[in-house]
Nanobody
Framework: QIQLAESGGGSVQVGGSLKLSCEVS????????IGWFRQTPGNEREGVAS???????GYADSVKGRFTISEGNYRRTVYLQMNNLKPKDSGVYYC????????????????????WGQGTQVTVSS
């Protein structure tokens, strides 16, 4: 069983920045992918960014150039640096772990991920 815990959410104005953290109960290298997802009321969870166990990263088109996913020095934390935030970035952000080969074909597909954190709210206001 893998446990994940997000932190770092909050309220910012348009153009501001936030850095989210995801504490993982196992070493990142023991998973296949760690992903960041966001969800707004009435919508499905959207994959925002992913990091593979070897460090390869991927992003949704909507956040490329603004968000950066990275791994912490002790390899149990994954960060999501969010810059130039826009109102459409608002939502509950979740981190999740994928431990099966299914995530290789769709690293930001929420149905590939088995373990989820509780989420942290991000609100961007104009």
């Amino acid at each position: 069983q893998i446990q994940l815990a997000e932190s770092g959410g909050g309220s910012v104005q348009v153009g501001g920045s936030l850095k989210l953290s995801c504490e993982v109960s196992t070493k990142i290298v023991d998973t296949n992918y760690i992903g960041w997802f966001r969800q707004t009321p009435g919508n499905e969870r959207e994959g925002v960014a992913s990091i593979r166990s070897d460090g390869a990263t991927g992003y949704a088109d909507s956040v490329k150039g603004r968000f950066t996913i990275s791994e912490g020095n002790y390899r149990r934390t994954v960060y999501l640096q969010m810059n130039n935030l826009k109102p459409k970035d608002s939502g509950v952000y979740y981190c999740a772990a994928c431990v099966t080969v299914r995530c290789y074909s769709s690293p930001r597909g929420s149905d590939r991920y088995s373990y989820w954190g509780q989420g942290t709210q991000v609100t961007v206001s104009s």
